[in-house]
């Protein structure tokens, strides 16, 4: 059974940090490009970055310079270091794995105020 838990959303003021951890399960990581996605109330979800192993990360123009996405193959995690958050920034981040199928965490809230 595929398994992706998330963790480390909660409320931070802007410019605040948070880092939010993947840990998956139950499938073959290495092979997977993992990345988040992020829904806000009344939008859409949109793509915020990207892995894949051997490959470069890719970014959402609005958050490039101030996210990281990182990933561990031998810990089969994914991670997303965010710095100088906005209000805009708030929203459900979801954890995905793809390859040959695609997999989804149940998210995390990430609510950025003051």
């Known amino acids: 059974q595929v398994q992706l838990v998330e963790s480390g959303g909660g409320l931070v003021r802007p410019g605040g940090s948070l880092r939010l951890s993947c840990a998956v399960s139950g499938l073959s990581f290495r092979a997977y490009a993992m990345g988040w996605y992020r829904q806000a109330p009344g939008k859409s979800r949109e793509l915020v970055a990207r892995i894949a192993t051997g490959s470069g990360p890719t970014y959402a123009e609005s958050v490039k310079d101030r996210f990281t996405i990182s990933r561990d193959n031998a810990k089969n995690m994914v991670a997303l270091q965010m710095t100088n958050l906005k209000p805009e920034d708030t929203a459900v981040y979801f954890c995905?794995?793809?390859?040959?199928?695609?997999?989804w965490g149940p998210g995390t809230q990430v609510t950025v105020s003051s």
């Open positions: 995905y794995a793809q390859w040959a199928n695609e997999y």
